[in-house]
């Protein structure tokens, strides 16, 4: 009786709990696959067999480009396919099922790295592949790398940069592990569709090639991927080379101010002062190689140079214009010919003079006054004609003379000095005006000079600059 009790106990029981749902068809393929799969073995059945990866990346942007470091960043679509011979099932099956993603973790993951990498940027994780029925693994994943390149900054900003990405398996030679690229080269080299094409850098193309590294232990698959980009050079024109040549600009047209107005000195120092400022501000923009020198910073060093030599000139030139008479003689080789060019045509005329002058009663005051007047030939020339008209005078009246000797000669010696003391100012502002016209000559010799110069190495740059822009 108490078994026939328990027996519709238990029935009743059986009957009232849920029934245990079936496995579903990816559960049981999942576990079907992964039950006897071993991860850390390359997958194949024969060993001899070599695994061939297929690798093919896509370039969405370029990031940063650090000329200090030699490394340039990017971020890249990187896909990975093989084929691996224990994922392999009928779909038939398992109800039709094609493709299934399952954990990286689980299985067997090639070790292709690149050969440039540095360091691995903000990648978010993806942990899973896709597998078909035929056991093809597509491995697909985005990647920010630094990578290191030799970046060549010369040209900069119209510089283009060719910076390699090159795939090759860590341990397995070709005989475990040999790489191909999936798509063709020509398809990879065109293709910019997924590219940012709105920062600093232009994608030209992506050419490809595959090779092996022979080492001791036997040769290696290689695939190398050359990024080739241009930059935009725009920004930097507008930025830094235009501002530069306006300085330049005002820098020459200050040739036109006047050297004796005592501004074109200070309007100079105010130029190279303004110069040196915007050159400081704008350090952080141009690149830095330990190696070779930018020609942009050639480029400004030598405008500044000029700035310089702009202002040492002028700066001799009104030091030429302030030196005294006789200062300028002992100086100045040039002054001093001319002067005596000038002289050379009234010595004959004065000559004559002073030899009538010898035998009139006031020759020892003209005497006198020659030797207060040195060599100015103007100032001289004067002296001669007063003393003329000094001879004239005591030839009519020899009367009068003789009656009041003392005044008329006090008086003739007062006329004399005054009239000295007005030709003595003639003959200086025309001696001013005369060494400000050869310095005006010196100053358009220099500054013709400087122009010659500075449009010389203007255009050799621009030639430059050309050629590596539309090259």
């Keep these: ?40 073995v390359r997958p194949v059945c024969n060993w001899t067999t070599s695994t061939t990866v297929y690798v093919d990346f896509i370039l969405q942007s370029v990031l940063d480009v650090d000329s ?30 094609n493709d299934i993603s399952l954990s990286s973790d689980a299985i067997w993951i090639p070790d292709i790295v690149v050969k440039e990498f540095v360091d691995e940027g903000r990648s978010p994780p993806i942990p899973y592949v896709y597998v078909n029925s035929s056991g093809c693994v597509k491995n697909y994943r985005p990647m920010q790398v630094v990578l290191a390149c030799n970046l060549d900054m010369y040209a900069f900003p119209f510089d283009k940069q060719n910076c390699s990405l090159t795939f090759r398996s860590w341990l397995h ?25 709105d920062g600093e850098w232009e994608l030209l193309s992506i050419p490809s090639r595959y090779w092996r590294q022979r080492r001791n232990d036997g040769d290696y698959a290689h695939v190398s991927f050359n990024v080739l980009i241009r930059r935009r050079p725009v920004s930097y024109v507008v930025g830094l080379l235009i501002p530069s040549v306006f300085l330049m600009i005002v820098d020459v047209t ?23 400022l915007f050159r400081v501000n704008l350090m952080d923009e141009l690149p830095t190689t330990a190696m070779t020198t930018p020609l942009i910073g050639v480029f400004f060093a030598v405008c500044m140079a000029l700035l310089m030599l702009s202002l040492i000139k002028s700066i001799l030139v009104v030091k030429l214009l302030h030196h005294s008479e006789k200062e300028v003689r002992e100086m100045s080789v040039s002054a001093c010919l001319l002067d005596q060019y000038r002289l050379a045509e009234s010595t004959s005329a004065s000559d004559r003079t002073l030899e009538h002058l010898q035998e009139s009663e006031s020759m020892d005051f003209v005497k006198k006054m ?24 005591d030839l009519e009246s020899p009367a009068s003379l003789q009656e009041n000797p003392s005044g008329l000669e006090w008086l003739l010696k007062e006329l004399v000095s005054l009239r000295l003391a007005f030709s003595q100012e003639e003959v200086e502002s025309s001696a001013q005006a005369e060494w400000l016209a050869l310095c005006s000559k010196l100053d358009r010799f220099l500054f013709r000079l400087y122009l010659i110069v500075l449009v010389a190495y203007a255009g050799t740059l621009l030639l430059f600059w050309a050629r590596w822009s539309f090259a």
């Excluded at 030699?70 to 099932?89: A, H, K, N």
């Excluded at 999936?182 to 065109?190: E, G, K, P, T």
């Excluded at 020659?370 to 005078?393: P, Q, V």
Aim: aromatic share 14%; glycine share 4%; charged share 25%.
């Design 1 to 40: 009786m108490f078994v026939i009790w328990l027996l519709l106990v238990t029935g009743y029981m059986a009957e009232s709990l849920p029934e245990k749902p079936k496995r579903s068809a990816l559960n049981q393929l999942t576990r079907m696959l992964l039950r006897k799969y071993d991860c850390g």
């Design 68 to 97: 200090k470091t030699q490394s340039i960043t990017t971020s890249i679509w990187y896909r990975q396919i093989w084929t691996d011979e224990f994922l392999v099932w009928d779909p038939d099956e398992f109800d039709g099922i």
């Design 173 to 197: 030679s070709v005989r475990e592990i040999d790489l191909a690229v999936w798509r063709s080269a020509q398809a990879i080299a065109n293709d910019q569709k997924e590219f940012m094409n």
């Design 254 to 276: 200050s040739f036109y101010l006047p050297i004796d107005s005592g501004t074109r000195i200070g309007f100079k120092i105010s130029t190279l002062l303004g110069y040196t």
């Design 370 to 393: 020659r030797c207060s007047c040195g060599k100015n030939h103007i100032s001289y020339l004067f002296l001669i004609w007063y003393a003329d008209m000094d001879l004239e005078m």
